[in-house]
């Protein structure tokens, strides 16, 4: 079973439990909760601005904050971060214990905190393999596939009235 990408880079779904045989999306009813979270979340997320760069940033200048690519964390504890600063949160949670929080939605007031304090990875890190912030995943071979469906051509074909029996607001869900 192949594991994908929806949208953002990051987040990682089993393609059967998302796509069905036509590559369409699933009716969110029939996925795990979890899963439906995370989708219904991504949704919301994209086009937002990197996390560190809104805090470099402010809301005063927006127009500077890179629109986010790479989504890591939990639901409603999500990290957003643009590929420059991907660099500073991988450092972060692998070498400065950002790592506890793997399953935690309090990773992201956490990075928050120590980016906010001035922490950033060296010069030059290396580490930009992508990290797993979800404690139960078992480790795989990384996924070679460039190939990321869009979500929001996903989100359109969804039904508002699918929406609507899910009791999902996504305007309630926003930061
Ligand atoms: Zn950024």
Redesign the pocket.
């Known amino acids: 079973m192949g594991k994908v990408n929806i949208g953002l880079r990051g987040w990682r779904f089993d393609e059967d439990e998302v796509f069905d045989e036509s590559g369409e999306l699933r009716p969110l009813e029939t996925m795990e909760p979890d899963t439906r979270d995370r989708i219904v979340r991504l949704a919301s997320m994209m086009g937002e601005p990197?996390?560190?760069?809104y805090l470099i940033h402010g809301d005063e200048d927006i127009q500077q904050?890179?629109v986010?690519r790479v989504i890591y964390g939990e639901p409603l504890g999500e990290v957003l971060?643009?590929p420059?600063?991907e660099a500073d949160f991988l450092y972060w949670f692998r070498e400065d214990g950002g790592k506890q929080y793997a399953g935690e939605t309090e990773l992201e007031d956490e990075f928050h905190e120590w980016f906010a304090a001035g922490g950033r990875a060296p010069e030059n890190y290396g580490g930009l393999q992508h990290v797993n912030t979800d404690p139960d995943d078992i480790p795989e071979e990384p996924d070679i596939s460039d190939e990321i469906p869009t979500l929001e051509e996903e989100i359109e074909k969804l039904d508002d009235e699918d929406l609507d029996a899910l009791d999902v607001n996504l305007d309630d869900l926003d930061f």
Do not use: G, P
């Not at 990197?50 to 760069?53: L, S, V």
């Open positions: 990197c996390d560190a760069c904050c890179n986010a971060l643009c420059d600063h």
